[in-house]
């Protein structure tokens, strides 16, 4: 049996394959804290329990594809060492073609693995057809395929809690609202009597007071960027057929509820750790 490992900013998702499985059943694992003493440590007490089964067995191989930096990539090599010292280890990297699907870059390695997973994976399931591969986590990128599966390109844009984390370090005194935020507890509140919001500044989607400011401006930032991306390669490549925006990620649900109605969308779970599998067993 072989484990699939898709090390993304936020989290770990993992799958170990049997063959009896046909299916991609993920593992979440959570990265151990940036000030934790003993970060290895952690993180393979975390590993064990997917990497050794009941019956004391561990993967031949553990494929790896990872976006993070290098300390972190470390973390999980040594880890992984530590709970099975036995299965080969295998980073993925970018190939200029794959599963019928092309990389724009000049240099493929620049281009993030998980973006590239995510493509082949979405374009084997909705072939025949242009696409634009949304993955909403940690970063929103997003990739356009044609229906041949040449890639034409992307963006990359700050997802929700990344914007929060940019405000906070380049604004301060915003903490108190940004940290209302994280707390799900509501609105800031003046210690004077806030006035009714105006019926047209609701119709508006305009806020009165900073942290609902704050939370519909992030809203706002996405929307407007997704759906300009997408109305204009809607529009190019309409003679390949109606574009499909394919979304993915831990916020894809609430990004999908922000694409304009008039594109067609799709939420589905796990497409880079399947895209993971799909690469790691491809016949190049």
Known sequence: MNCYIDAGNSRIKAHLARRS??????????????????????LATRLEPLLVDEKGRSPKQVVLASVVEARRREWLETAIAEVCPQA???????????????????????????????????????????????????????????????????????????????????APALAPAIDSLGRNAGPVRASEPVAEVPEATRRLGLAADTATAIELGRHWLLAAGVNQMLSVWRERLAEQGELLAVLSGGDAGRLADLVDPAIERCVEADLVLCGVVRLARARR
């Open 88 to 170: 080969e280890r295998r980073w993925l990297s970018v190939p200029r073609k794959c599963c019928h699907v092309r990389v724009a870059y000049e240099s493929p390695e620049g281009l993030g693995i998980d973006r590239f997973c995510a493509m082949i994976e979405a374009h084997a399931r909705h072939a025949d057809r242009p696409l634009a591969v949304i993955n909403a986590g940690t970063a929103v990128t997003l990739d356009v395929l044609a229906a041949d599966g040449q890639h034409l390109g992307g963006l990359i844009l700050p997802g929700w809690r990344a914007q929060l984390e940019a405000l906070r370090s380049a």
């Open 21 to 42: 499985q046909k299916a991609v059943e993920p593992e979440v694992i959570d990265w151990p804290a940036a000030d934790e003493p003993d970060a290895v440590g952690a």
